[in-house]
């Protein structure tokens, strides 16, 4: 899927175990050990073959390289977005919406009632997330644990669909 709204054509493709090397690096360049929302590798690798989970990898059309993914898990009639990160070289590109609104197509034809996600407090990301219709639901303090010791609040977003 390529979008002329973004400064470089970008194709979303279903990832899976091949593709964690590369999911790793953007994760890495994403959000580092700030405030310690990474997942590590093997939470990844454990998760991904689980029923229900999507790895979707936003890749430059021109190199192929991978500048962002989405990991989300549908359960019943609610599907989470677990993970969603782009290089931050590639930030405020529209790269994040487009996967944002990959996830909210893929959860629509799923036949999910609800969609719901975490994020840290104060992460940029948060904004996108309420202009696509996120509303508060919850906050848990104190949930992320950054290298350095800090800990950050995570705020529980959901949507009726």
């Known amino acids: 899927m390529a979008t002329p709204a973004l400064d470089r054509a970008v194709r979303l493709r279903a990832g899976g175990l091949r593709d964690l090397d590369e999911v790793m690096e953007v994760m890495d360049a994403a959000f580092g050990g700030r405030f310690g929302e990474a997942w590590t590798r093997s939470q990844c690798a454990g998760i991904l073959p689980m029923a229900g989970v999507s790895l979707i990898v936003a890749r430059e059309l021109e190199s ?3 500048i962002g993914f989405s990991l989300s898990r549908t359960v019943a009639d609610e599907s989470e977005l677990l993970l969603i990160a782009v ?3 590639h930030h405020r590109q529209g ?8 996830f909210m197509h893929r959860a629509r034809g799923s036949g999910a009632a609800r969609v719901h996600l975490e994020v840290r407090d104060g992460n940029p990301a ?3 997330y309420r202009e696509a219709g996120f509303t508060p639901v919850g906050k848990r303090s ?4 950054a ?7 995570a705020l529980t977003l959901s949507q009726e669909l």
């Open 64 to 66: 192929g390289m991978a």
């Open 87 to 89: 290089l931050p070289s």
């Open 95 to 102: 790269i994040g919406k487009l996967l944002l609104d990959d």
């Open 126 to 128: 948060v904004g996108m």
């Open 142 to 145: 104190n949930y992320y644990h």
């Open 147 to 153: 290298a350095n010791g800090k800990r950050f609040d």
